[in-house]
């Protein structure tokens, strides 16, 4: 029998073969299998807002000893009036037994720089001096944790956001409580206390970028009694003109901590010791709802990110 005779029932088979090679060669090739690498969710970043309220603000030192005391490190700072002097010195590295020793040498007419007829008894140049030269002349963008000081911009009334230039001199804008400081003037345009529209700097805070928020609301509460001394008088109008604003703010914040100071007068800085013990008592009282804050954010995040490599 001929090799031809011994193929040909052979022939319809490898006419198939034929076929599927011509119409296989068609299709596209999987891609290889690419290797991945599992992302671990990015650090929470915490911020921390302190409001405003004179004399009652060394109560933000006590709560920042015990957040540091828990292993609560915040990431970002945002402080409103006297939370933005204690927040710029928290922010360039002082820990807080430097502000406390710092409070406690505290020399409040080394502060007073007494100008009459000039829109305020005090000018606030001591003030911004004071801040610098504990942060050793640093701006704001060169402090050691990314910090804002929240002012009230006069002639429009809107809330102005400072996180560059002279630390000090955003503090003393921030801090330029009206008929006690004088308006300070920065670029052309006046400013005065942020207590005006956030008494309490949350939204600060977050444009830092901070995820969780740990406010600290000092201000001082309209309770049908007669403050007493002009300092305590301005504080409680600043306070009432600012309440609803405050309200809205805190309500955005993850933590609201309420040291309680309302006892110490605004001017009473004698009172340092007790308000800062206040602010040591309501953090540890807040401590569990802040880590438990924290847990549940942070588990929130844990679903890994996976990305090709």
């Not at 090799?3 to 029932?9: D, E, G």
């Not at 009036?81 to 710029?88: L, R």
């Not at 308006?183 to 969780?212: C, F, M, T, W």
């Not at 569990?288 to 929130?300: E, F, G, N, S």
């Amino acid at each position: 029998m001929s090799a031809t005779r011994r193929l040909r029932p052979l022939l319809p088979l490898l006419a198939s073969l034929v076929l599927c090679a011509c119409f296989g060669a068609d299709k596209p090739t999987p891609p290889p299998v690419a290797p991945v690498v599992v992302q671990p969710p990015a650090k929470l970043r915490i911020g921390l807002a302190l409001g405003g309220g004179a004399a009652k603000g060394f109560a933000h030192i006590g709560v920042i000893k015990m957040l540091e005391a828990n292993g609560i490190h915040p990431d970002v700072v945002a402080g409103t009036s006297a939370g933005s002097v204690v927040g710029a010195l928290y922010a360039s590295g002082m820990d807080p037994f430097q502000l406390q020793e710092t409070a406690f040498s505290l020399d409040q007419s080394s502060l007073r720089d007494v100008h009459l007829f000039s829109g305020g008894v005090v000018q606030g140049q001591k003030l911004q001096d004071y801040v610098n030269q504990l942060i050793k002349n640093r701006p704001m963008d060169k402090l050691s944790v990314p910090f804002a000081a929240v002012a009230t911009q006069l002639e429009t009334g809107q809330r102005t956001v400072f996180v560059r230039g002279n630390t000090g001199q955003a503090v003393r804008a921030s801090s330029s409580i009206p008929g006690v400081f004088e308006p300070v003037e920065i670029n052309g345009k006046h400013y005065i206390d942020g207590g005006v529209v956030s008494p309490v700097p949350v939204d600060a805070a977050r444009q830092l970028g901070a995820d969780v928020v740990i406010a600290v609301d000092i201000s001082s509460k309209a309770n049908g009694t007669n403050p007493q001394g002009m300092l305590n008088i301005v504080g409680q109008s600043i306070s009432i003109m600012g309440q609803k604003l405050g309200e809205q703010e805190l309500a955005r914040a993850d933590i609201v901590i309420r040291p309680k100071v309302s006892q110490i007068g605004a001017a009473d800085f004698e009172q340092k010791n007790q308000a800062i013990l206040e602010g040591e008592r309501a953090a540890l009282a807040a401590m569990p709802a802040i880590k438990a804050k924290l847990a549940a954010v942070q588990a929130a995040r844990q679903q890994p990110v996976v990305a090709a490599h």
